[in-house]
């Protein structure tokens, strides 16, 4: 490395994250990597004629944002299509539908994801009679935020082969009216046989909205992500040859993690992959698996019924996914397993205590938990002593989810989103965004962490405040927390001598402010791999 920078950044409040140098004046980036920080007359000393030098004006500078839990490849899919997640009612959602059908031609497929009709003050699920209405002549299929349901119109269901004597597919729920016609809602795997038949993008066009995508992520302060499988394993090798092109044409301006779907556990051991293979770039991550669905969907499997539902619905049985598992975790493969409901958390914490009973892992990187949405303080207990597990949380699904889950378990909300009880228990904490369900903005994810509201900023006290975590916990799990738990900690997760120089410049200083305006801060400049790839 040499003596002089490439880039400098002085006068500004550089919250390292690194404990053993928490704050700085001013860094000094020199390649992809951090050549100096200290106070602003040391580090100006290390300019040369050709350095970049930038005044920060003392505002705030963190590591760059990790979002562990992303469907990034499925956010570029439909990158154009109708985002519903500003939506506020019914009839928006009917307006929005109208106006993109009547941009298309007659036939082409309407497409949208986002919609989170508890929060709507018509609290009604669309149904294909109400996709009729608007778009006769277009088949149309919009998926709800949380992803686990989607609701198709009549064309729709036609061409996806769906009728009255459609049987349910595995893992998946055909909705029937009482007369026993298909009502248009299709939850878990259900939605894939809409999936199976809608057209595929040209490989150019996917990657070209990768890119687009990437571009966005840059806004919002992001430098690496933890891509996600689907259930149904349908995207998985099609989206590790895509993040593969991005490499080789040197167009990759974000750190991944690449993660595989459960259904390719015996593939991946069969050719050696194993978690954290790779390069800086680009690396294979978890084998995904599926113990349950979504509350929303009232899919998430449950101790107790729903108010207004039975249990919800195993998916994978937990047997098959510690089968694999096992496999995987002897090969040097972590797994990450989806649980949303309070006995499906019971389940995968059973699972993971007889897993590691069996004898030493091969895993370096450790297994995860994905949500953690509701779990209770017995099991809880019982996951903070396992020896190689993390989770992954979604404070944006809980600014979603605060109706939904008072409506559909009254008092029994109290163990959703147990994030400080999480932390305090020692267990790692990373935070996400879940996107395309959720806001991928890790201010929004922050503030929701804190606050526990609803973007709007209800209910003013906030929802069971004895789970919220301060900024500075809330920061951990979006930078340090997932960087040591990824295997990245040597080379990222703080603003650090050496490390490799991804960093965020904000225009508030989120230690400082009310946090209700947490979520209204702005990203100023975002740097990757020493690069400033974002400036507003």
Known sequence: MKDSADIILYNGMIQTQDDAHPMAEAVAICGNRILSLGSDPDILGLASKDTRVIDLDERLVLPGFMDTHFHFYEWALNYDNIDFSKVGSFKEME??????????????????????????????????HDLDRIAPNNPVCIWRCDLHLAVANSLGLQLAGIGSATPDPRDGVIEKDVSGHPSGVLKELAPNLIRDVLPKLSRSAVLENMQKTIGDAHKLGLTSIHDIRLMGGLDGADALRAWQSLRQENKLDIRCHVALPGEMTDQAVDLGLFTGFGDDLLKIGYLKFFSDGGMGARTGWMTEKYLDAEYGMPLTAVKDIEKAALKADQAGLSVMVHAIGDRANKEIIAMF????????????????????????????????????????????????????????????????????????????????????????????????????????????????????????????????????????????????????????????????????????????????????????
């Not at 031609?105 to 009604?124: A, H, M």
């Open 95 to 128: 307006e929005a539908v109208l106006k993109k059908t009547m941009a298309l031609d007659r036939g082409n497929w309407v497409l949208g994801q986002g919609f989170n009709e508890s929060d709507w003050p018509e609290n009604k699920m669309p149904d294909r």
């Open 353 to 536: 205590q007889r897993i590691e009973a069996k004898g030493k892992t091969q895993c370096k990187i450790p297994h995860r938990i994905e949500h953690v949405q509701m779990v209770l303080p017995q099991d809880l207990e019982k996951l903070s002593v396992l020896n190689n597990i993390a989770v992954s949380c979604q404070p944006n699904n809980l600014s979603l989810d605060i109706s939904m889950i008072d409506s559909c378990t009254g008092p029994r909300g109290k163990y959703a989103y147990n994030l400080k009880s999480i932390l305090k228990k020692g267990i790692p904490l990373m935070l996400s965004s879940d996107a395309p369900v959720a806001d991928p903005n890790p201010l929004a994810g922050i503030y929701s962490a804190v606050t526990r509201k609803r973007m709007d900023k209800t209910p003013e006290q906030g929802w069971y405040m004895d789970q919220a975590l301060s900024v500075e916990e809330a920061v951990k799990g979006y930078t340090s927390t997932p960087a040591v738990t990824s295997g990245r900690g040597r080379d990222l997760g703080s603003i650090s001598k050496g490390k490799l120089a991804d960093m965020v410049v904000l225009d508030q200083d989120i230690f400082k402010i009310d946090p209700d305006d947490i979520a209204d801060t702005r990203v100023d400049i975002t740097l990757f791999d020493g690069r400033i790839v974002y400036e507003r």
